[in-house]
Structure formats: C-alpha cells, structure tokens
C-alpha cells in the first residue's frame, strides 16, 4: 500500500485521500473527466432497457488488490478500524466509490480473514459501522431493485478465519448498543454459527460474563439463538462456570442443554464438578467475598443445584473417560458438589459408580491428594462412603493404597485414622500398603523426616502386615529402591556448599560479635566489658561461644563430607552430624540475638526488649513442621490403636524434643552455674555422638587392619 494512503486512512484526512485516488484515476485514464459521482455496477445487473450502460470508472491502481498492508488489511480495512468521526465516514464512502469491492473484502491470513465491519465493529466504531451497512444496503437497492436487506445480511453473516461474523467482536468488545444496532439489522445473526459450527454469539456472551448482552440476544433473536461454543459445548457448558444467575436464564430458555455433552462426553455438570469456583470457600479472599456478599445472595441455588433439577440423571452420565461427575468433583477436590451428591436427598448411589479402571471417587481423591475429600469420605459418621473404604479397583487398590503411593500425608492420616480402613489387603502385584510405601521411601541421602517416612513410620506403629506372596529378601529385591553411590556422592557434594556457607557464616558472626560485645568496653581501660557480671551478658556470651563451637564442628564435619576420597558411608555420617550440628548452632545463634537485643534496650526500654525477645524466640517453634506432624502423627495412632498406643510413641517423641531444647538449659543454666552446665553440654555432645564415633572408630580400625595385614583382608560374611 503506499505510504501517503496509508498516512491519509489511518488519519481520517478525505482532502489527501481523495486527491490521491483522482489522481491514481487521472494518470490511469488520462482522456477521462474525473466526476464526484461515480455510478455503482453490480456483476449481473440487467441494463436498462434502450439505454447504454456507461463504462466502469478504472479503479486507481493504489486499491487495486495487491494494495494492502504486511497484514493483508485493504485501505477500507484501515480506515474502518481507525475511527468512526466524519473525515473517516468520508474516506470510506470515498474507497467504497472507486472500489466497491473492497467493502466484504477480507483480509490476508496475516489480517485473520476479517472484513472492514469486522474491523470497525472491533474498534467500537458504531458510525463506522452503520456506514458499511449503508453501503451495502445501497448497493443492493441501486443495482438490484430490493430493499437491500440480502446484501445487508451477506455482509453481516461474513466470517472471519475464526468462523465469527462482526457480531462476535462487538460481543467481546461489551458494547450493548452496537449488539443491539446488528441485531436490529439482522435479527437472525444470532443463530450463526449452526449448533456444532463453532462458538455462537451467545456463548461468547457468557463466557465474558457480559449478561446484558447475552439476554439481549436472546430476546432479538428468538428460538433461533444459537447456543454453540467450541469443541461442542453449549453456551450452558459456559454459564455454569460464571453465575448461577445465567445459568438459571439458559436453562429457562432451552432446559434441554442440560442433558447435552461435548466433544468428549462431558455434560455441564462435569464442567461444573471440576469448576474452582464451587470449591468450599476456606483461603482468606474467599472467605472475605463471602462476608461482604450481599443477604440476597444467601440461600441461593448453586448451578450444581439448578443442572440436578433440571436432569436429576446427570450424575449417572459419564464422559468419554469412563468419568462420572464425582469423580471429576473429586479430582478437582470440590468437597461441595461431593457432599451434595452423596446426600441422602439427592443421590447417595453415586459413591459406588465406578470409572474405566474401576476406581470410585475415593481413589480418585486419594491418587490427588485432595485432602478434603478423603477426609469427608473416611469419617466414620458417614454410612454412605463406608462400603468402599476397602474398594479396590481394577489394579486391586484401595484408596489407601493409592494415599501411600501418592505421598500425601494429610489424605493418608483421614484414611488410617478410620478402624473400617484394613490395612492388609495386597493390590494384584501382591502388595500391601506397607509394601508400597518401603518400595517408595528413596534410597540414599534424603529428608528423614519427609511425608513418605512419616507414612511408613505410622504404618509401622499401626502394626500393618507386609505380603506374604514373597520372600522378604526377594520383595526387597525387586521391589526397594537401590542406591547409586555415584548419584548419592554428587548430591551429598552438591548439598554441603550450601550448608558450608551457612556454617562459615554463623562462625564469621558469632567470632565477630564475641569481641565487640553489647554495650562495648568499660572505661577503666582494662579492656573488659562494660556490661561484663550481668547475668543476661554471661548468657549471651554462653550463646555465642556455643554457636561458635557448633558451627565450626559442622564446617570441620563438611569438609570430610564434601571430599569424594572418603568413604561413601564415612561421609554420610559426618554430614548428618553437621546437620544436627547446625541446628544447634542457629538455635544458640537466635537465643544470642535475643540476649544481646535486651542488653542494649532494656536500660531505655524494657518492654520493648521483652517484646523483640519473645518475637525472635518464637521461630524456635517455628522452624520447622517436624514438632505438629508429630503430635498430627500420635493423634491418629491414637484415634486408630486406643489411648495405650500414646505410651508406646509419645515418651519417645518428648524425650526427642526435650533433647533438641537441652541446650537452652546449657546456655541459661551455665550463666548460673557454669561447671555443672558444661559438664551437661559435654555429656550431651557425647550422647549425641556416641553412634557416629563408634562408627568413626570402626571404620579407623579397619583402615588399621588393612595397613598393618596387608595379605590377610578379612573375609566377606564371616
């Protein structure tokens, strides 16, 4: 296109548009009188009787058809996207006089296949708009004879590459009036696209929660409204997604789209089970639409509700996966539709229904992990989900099964907590849940205290029986994970940079801060500090020292973990111990900020000291999730095995935390009584380290014996 039309269209400026289309038709016939008043010709319209029909005006060489820009778009598509004021009605009227076929043109496959009404209609050029119909109507009335309401309905029924016509955009756009303008030219532009054609109008409408506008297609254009929408969905298929309000609408102008499924057999139910938007309403933005929603909004009906009213058998129609509506329900974890197809008012018989691999919704929540459900479905209370507590599917496993392999440790817990729930079923590889979860604990280096070690641990505890179709060693064979010494050997290097960065920077602090102290250095110039005698300082002091000493422990231990010379299980055990090692540094790193805050603002402010004291301490119960997955853990041994069971693991787990906070008593103990506090602290060093230095002593002798018996290595298995 040349640039100067194209400068003229995008502004709107008729006098340079129009002087270079003359132009154009001037040097094109050089011996014809240019005219402002150009008579239209139509292909096929009969000549008027005993008159001559006069010949075409040429059109100027700058619309002809490769004129157009790098998207393919016209000089009528420009102009009719760049606005609708009154130079651009007149450039338009002026491209249409010298190429009329221009005006249903569509764009190149770079443009989309759109028309100039697609354009103007985009751009919310309602002027634009009623020009090219105009046009049209016009044409038709000048050169066929009729009212022109064919050629208006050609124009306005033209499609795009994506199969929509103008009404579509003016749709997306949100313009009500320019809907309503189209559809008062062409009241049946709404039914196009035919059902399964592609997406209608309507459906649009919908989708953008543009209600107004969707009502107002429906009530211009009748029964004959299309409810189409992409991959054989309906416009109900949409409304369920958006507003129970809507959906109630479509539903009372067409009830039968409730029974119709899409390209893959899914019913609007389906699309409404596996909706977000019905989820129970627990994270804080929920909760807070919830409390400000409005009183008339309480009690209304759910488009879940309204689809059972109005096809009461939709929650026995699967979809092309073999998939129920509560088995997408569960999927998705909306525990709402869950309990509302299971209550006894509606249809209780859902809880059997079976999907393609046999599984109930159960399984299918408990494969998620949707934690809500499986809880929901194991409460005892409920006599409606008890028969398939122990459901096996097509593989032979239950729910339970499938909660070990997933490793979701919440939907494990609701499941072992119920004593229905039978813990020795074996799946059709002969495997029991037990089985499952030693063949799914990874070998080598890895987080003890992650979900599937707490879910072997409780399985354990719960007494579990493993298979008895194998030997054990065969089962462990084939079945528990093998360790790759070269995989586990560059994981351990790679986990111990960042660890040792950690240990050297808490040793570089703690160093820093034993010699510049709170408070700082008295002025007898003895060089002690001025706080020095206190019983908060001496504490403080015993923090950092401790600090230090673990830190630098963990860093010695690093060093031996990281270097691939050492033995595979030598190095293991040195980087678990500086992992302990750390965890006591940083807790006496936190107690030495604590201390040396309330040193230094105490004088000036002592309630503000306590409050940073007690802030900063809380992390120490923070840390981690070990401590609540502990009790979690003893409350559904608990709830499973009886009160006796608590006996058995929870001395244990408080002798563990007990352990862990000891050195607390060190810190604040020696302050008091520093020789009994360090003794506690060395015998607690010790105690720690009792294992690891047997092991350590062990593996010296054997280098020792290999040194000193080279000829006589030690028999394997004696």
Known sequence: MDPRLLRAARRGDFAGLEALLLGAAAAAAPNQVAIDVVVVHHHGAAAVPGQQAPEAAPVPHLLDAAATTPQGDSALHVVAASGDGEG????????????????????????????????????????????????????????????????VAEVLE???????????????????????????????????????????????????????????????????????????????????????????????????????ADASSSTALHFAAASPENNPETDSSSL????????????????????????????????????????????????RLVALLLDEHCCPECAGLRDA?????????????????????????????????????????????LAVVAGDLGSFWCLLRNREVRLDLANNDGLTPVDLSRSTVP????????????????????????????????????YVPKKDESAESKKMTESTQMLGVGAALVAAVTFAVAFSPPGGYGGDGGGAPALAGQYPFDAFMYAVAIAFAYSMLATFSLMYSSTAAVDWKLRRAYFERSLAWMRQSTRSLLVAFALGVYLVLAPVSRTTAIGIMVSAS????????????MLMCAYVLHKRMGIMVLARIGVPMAVVQLQSSLIFVV???????????????????????????????????????????PTLPTPQGV
Not at 194 to 206: I, Q, T
Not at 298 to 322: C, I, K, N, V, W
Not at 618 to 629: A, C, D, I, K
């Open 88 to 151: 651009f009605l007149r450039c338009a009227r002026a491209i249409y006089r010298h190429a009329a076929r221009l005006l249903d043109r569509p764009s190149a496959s770079g443009g989309g296949g759109d028309t100039p009404l697609h354009r103007a209609a985009r751009a919310g050029n309602a002027a634009m708009v009623g020009c090219l119909l105009d046009m049209a109507r016009q044409e038709e009335e000048e050169l066929a004879g009729g009212t022109g309401g064919s050629r």
């Open 158 to 260: 033209k499609r795009n590459a994506r199969q929509e016509t103008a009404l579509h955009d003016a749709v997306r756009l949100g313009d009500e009036q320019l809907v309503r303008h189209l559809m008062s030219v062409h009241p049946r532009l709404a039914r196009v696209p035919a059902p399964g054609g592609g997406m209608s109008p309507l459906y649009l409408a919908v989708s953008l929660r543009h209600d107004r506008i969707a009502e107002a297609l429906h009530q211009q254009g009748g029964d004959e409204v299309s409810y189409s929408g992409p991959a054989g969905q309906t416009a109900l298929h949409a409304a369920v997604l958006r507003s129970a309000e809507m959906t109630e609408k479509i539903l009372e102008w067409n009830k039968g789209l409730a029974g119709e």
């Open 288 to 335: 807070l639409r919830r409390c400000l929603r409005s009183p008339s909004s309480h009690g209304r009906r759910t488009p879940t509700q309204l689809l059972l009213e109005a096809d009461p058998s939709l929650p026995f129609r699967p979809d092309g996966d073999g998939e129920y509506p509560i088995h997408v329900a569960a999927a998705a974890g909306n525990l």
């Open 357 to 401: 691999r046999g599984r109930t919704f159960l399984h299918v929540a408990a494969d998620r992990g949707r934690q809500e459900v499986v809880g929901f479905a194991a409460d005892d209370k409920r006599a409606v989900a008890a028969s398939i507590l122990n459901a096996q599917d097509d593989d032979g496993n239950t729910a339970l099964h």
């Open 443 to 478: 070998a080598g280096l890895y987080y003890k205290t992650s979900a599937r070690t707490w879910i072997l641990w409780s399985l354990v505890e719960s007494n579990a029986l493993g298979s008895n179709f194998r030997r054990n060693d065969h089962f462990e064979e084939e």
């Open 618 to 629: 809380g992390t120490l119960f923070l840390r981690n999730r070990e401590v609540l997955r």
């Open 667 to 709: 810190i604040f103990g020696a302050a008091l009584c520093p020789p009994l506090c360090l003794l506690v602290f060395v015998g607690k060093l010790g105690h720690e380290d009792v294992s690891f230095l047997r092991y350590v002593n062990g593996k010296l002798s054997d280098i020792l014996d290999a040194l000193l018996n």
